[in-house]
DNA sequence: TTCGACACTTGATATTTGTCAAGCGGTGAA
DNA sequence: TTCACCGCTTGACAAATATCAAGTGTCGAA
């Protein structure tokens, strides 16, 4: 891997801590490599030969069953995904495609695993990496299941509002159709969805998304931060 | 902490390889009681004061937003619970509450923390168990987002029965109200879905459930193992 | 033994969500 | 410029799920 890269990577939560050493002996055996939009990086049951690191770009995690499938979450640079198959050495439980040209670190999932037994500071790293993910999918169990898909939107937006400055205006982040999936519902529900948050002042014009009363959004959608919070 | 305690939680995946010396060090600060059944140990947002372990009954952890509760899961001995809170020192993202007599050990959250910090192996062997966790968390979502309630419901006969020694007859672990919740539906509709699986050779009498054609269920619920096995 | 509480069930009905089919509008290639 | 494609929207309808209101049966306390 060129070391051009190796600041970025190494400025991650997850690498910051461990001795020169150790990092650049995982960024031996790892490559970056750049990829065009909807590939899919990772299948579901494969074996996690990597651990992934997105660079620039972003990459939708999704899983299938029976012919229907879900996005389950999306990963914007700079972080991991897939740590958890990596550390357990177990088989992928979603698969993964790029959303847009994304670059891309690969660190053999081996690799990953040895140096956790051998550096404390790494193990502990992780450790942290992975709270933080498990908290996120129990607010996104939370979310699903305490509330109706108007609400799920609702919240959704005011996450979204505030990641994007905080002001009235603001864009989705990624098309309304995965939009839908990620929210657990079809993208016709998500076009009534919209219509049915007019009444508490949200317009739609495309992709942007202007939020004209807010504290009457805020009644109806009653975020929370156990679920709302990304940070906590 | 009794002395008398201390095998059955050493012998957790948790404590196992960690050394006599921090084992000690950390059950010397521990203590445990004795609940009766529907005490709420844990509300959600409090501080994690402690790490918990069941050593005997079982736990349900829910959590409520706007009038409503689901239920998230159920801990059975002997397991720990409320990790990643413990962990981040973040405030608890559910609430716990006793389904019966249980007895269950309190780890002071500052004490797992430092010990964290100081013992490598014990570091690793949080990594994985979150890790676990994680996986499972995964599962269900992908459960609740992919499958009906019917699906659900029959894929998780399918794992109870796995779980309770393969026979065609066996026993449901909990009462029906609270497996609605779990599953994500209402009692009303459990009711009905049990109904609903009748055709595919299921009857129930009770808590008492029985899989007259085992075949013909699986042809219905089309258990994945990257959903329900609770190993991988 | 009787009574009341409570979990479970059942039916009728309402709400939510999904499906299907059609149309609209922007984008990019020929 | 034209046209095909594709994402989005809309309407009509169907299916899934929730709610409300009885009813049934069990179990434990008086």
Redesign the pocket.
């Known amino acids: 891997m060129p070391e051009q890269h190796y600041p970025e990577v190494r400025a991650l939560g997850l690498f910051s801590g461990m001795t020169d050493e150790n990092f650049f002996a995982l960024m031996r055996g790892a490559y970056v490599q750049n990829f065009p939009p909807q590939i899919e990086l990772i299948s579901e049951g494969e074996p996690s030969d990597f651990l992934h690191v997105v660079l620039s770009g972003s990459v939708d995690l999704f899983s299938q069953w029976n012919g229907r499938d879900t996005s389950l979450a999306t990963v914007r640079p700079i972080s991991t995904f897939i740590l958890a198959a990596t550390i357990k050495n177990a088989p992928y439980l979603m698969s993964a495609r790029t959303l847009e040209k994304s670059r891309i670190v690969l660190i053999p999932s081996q690799d990953v695993r040895s140096t956790f037994d051998a550096d404390g500071t790494f193990a502990r790293a992780i450790v942290t990496e992975l709270a933080q993910c498990y908290r996120s999918v129990i607010k996104a169990q939370k979310d699903l299941k305490l509330r109706?898909?108007?609400e799920r939107l609702a919240n959704y937006l005011l996450r979204q509002q505030k990641r994007a400055g905080g002001s009235a205006a603001f864009d989705l982040d990624f098309?309304?159709?995965r939009l839908a999936s990620v929210l657990?519902?079809?993208?016709?529900?998500?076009?009534?969805a919209?219509?049915g948050l007019q009444p508490y002042g949200v317009s739609?014009e495309g992709t942007r998304i202007t939020i004209n009363d807010q504290p009457d959004l805020e009644r109806f959608a009653k975020p929370n931060p156990l679920i709302d919070d990304s940070s906590t």
């Open positions: 109706s898909s108007l098309e309304k159709r657990g519902m079809t993208p016709e529900n998500l076009s009534r919209f219509k739609v």
